[in-house]
């Protein structure tokens, strides 16, 4: 969201919350990007790469973002959630056993981190030493 769009939105929060006497908790873009600038985010780095549009393109007037390079930005999932568990506040926040869920006309259902195939395969792995036997499948 831009600068002016983020100025915008703490005004109209603001505004919402004058008639309860309280107000937005950023005055302006600076304030929440010094807020989140200032938030402790611990070791993992930032990371990034370019990528571009690489598959079939209009003969004329194709759209700007099939020519554009475009930068990602992003943190190592695994690192990050090494992390979480390496962190006292997260002690007892979340639940960090393997989980399937399943709706009950068989559709699998996507809800957490924990609920994914990478996290599944790597409880069920077929290296026995690293096998975790306590997973869980749920029904709904």
Not at 76 to 89: A, H, K, Q, S, V
Not at 98 to 124: C, I, L
Request: proline residues 6%; negative net charge; hydrophobic residues 40%.
């Amino acid at each position: 969201m831009s600068a002016r769009n983020l100025d915008f939105l703490m005004q109209l929060w603001d505004a919402s919350l004058k008639r309860h006497g309280d107000s937005a908790p950023f005055r302006d873009h600076r304030d929440l990007y010094s807020t989140i600038d200032a938030t402790p985010i611990g070791g993992v780095i930032w990371d990034s790469f370019n990528i571009t549009y690489n598959g079939p393109k209009p003969e004329s007037n194709a759209p700007a973002w099939m020519n554009q390079s475009f930068e990602v930005f992003f943190q190592d999932p695994r690192l990050l959630f090494i992390e979480m568990l390496g962190n006292p506040t997260f002690a007892n926040g979340f639940d960090y056993m393997p989980y399937r869920e399943f709706e009950a006309n068989g559709t699998r259902r996507y809800q957490h981190f924990m609920s994914g195939n990478w996290v599944w395969k790597q409880a069920v792995c077929s290296d026995l030493r690293f096998r975790v036997f306590d997973t869980h499948i749920l029904y709904f």
